[in-house]
């Protein structure tokens, strides 16, 4: 079945760097969109950024644009988010998700990996 | 930016009954949008897009209409396993934005 698994989450400091991961399984990923959003603790959803299946093309909400970089290997099955110079109101679970029809349409989506910004 | 207003934040309903969610935009999305579902600890769930289609595997008692600026999400009747967050979710491609509304919780009533 189609599966997502984020990690790479963790505490860090303001100013600081963080990389995550989402590997896939069960579809083609190679096909696909790809998607972060995210969720600070008790709130609500914020897409984060999306790349297109062959990385040609790649778009940020401006609350992390400049900051934050999205990639992503077809030979691994694999998405990132290179997280940069990191605020406290970056501190959310992050998720991927795929586009299930290229309209931005989030479908699955993983379980969610924390990031914590605190000294 | 679009900004979605969802209406109620709370919504309090029996189980059997029909539920009945709203979701407004600021300005036209056209069809352009989306409801997901989200249980305590889990993560979100895409149930209808472009407005009315609903997801393979979605039960039919989950249906989405509107168009432009206002939608809604209706639950003909309400399962225990139905209570959770709602959200409404609409792209755009100018200006380019993709952006979620606040979330409807739908509790036991």
């Known amino acids: 079945q189609v599966e997502l698994v984020e990690s790479g989450g963790d505490l860090v400091k303001p100013g600081g760097s963080l990389r995550l991961s989402c590997a896939a399984s069960g579809f083609t990923f190679g096909d696909y969109y790809m998607s972060w959003i995210r969720q600070a603790p008790g709130k609500g959803?914020?897409?984060v950024s999306y790349i297109s299946s062959s990385s040609?093309?790649?778009?940020?909400?401006?609350?992390?644009?400049?900051?934050?970089?999205?990639?992503?290997?077809?030979?691994?099955?694999?998405?990132?988010?290179?997280?940069?110079?990191?605020?406290?109101?970056?501190?959310?679970v992050y998720y991927c998700a795929r586009d299930?029809?290229?309209?931005?349409?989030?479908?699955p989506w993983g379980q969610g990996t924390l990031v914590t910004v605190s000294s | 930016e679009i900004v979605m207003t969802q209406s109620p934040a709370t919504l309090s309903v029996s189980p059997g009954e029909r539920?009945?969610?709203?979701?407004?935009?600021?300005?036209?999305?056209?069809?352009?949008l989306a409801w997901y579902q989200q249980k305590r600890g889990q993560s979100p769930r895409l149930l209808i897009y472009d407005a009315s289609t609903r997801v393979t595997g979605i039960p039919a008692r989950f249906s989405g209409s509107g168009s432009g600026t206002e939608f809604t999400l209706t639950i003909s009747s309400l399962q225990s396993e139905d209570f959770a967050v709602y959200y409404c979710q609409q792209y755009s491609n100018w200006p380019p934005s993709i952006t979620f509304g606040q979330g409807t919780r739908l509790e036991i009533k």
């Not at chain 2, 539920?19 to 352009?32: E, F």
Request: proline fraction near 0%; include cysteine.
């Open chain 2, 19 to 32: 539920a009945t969610l709203s979701c407004r935009a600021s300005q036209s999305v056209s069809s352009n």
């Open chain 1, 45 to 47: 959803l914020e897409w």
């Open chain 1, 56 to 92: 040609s093309y790649t778009h940020y909400a401006d609350s992390v644009k400049g900051r934050f970089t999205i990639s992503r290997d077809n030979a691994k099955n694999s998405l990132y988010l290179q997280m940069n110079i990191l605020r406290a109101e970056d501190t959310a």
């Open chain 1, 100 to 107: 299930l029809t290229g309209d931005y349409w989030f479908d």
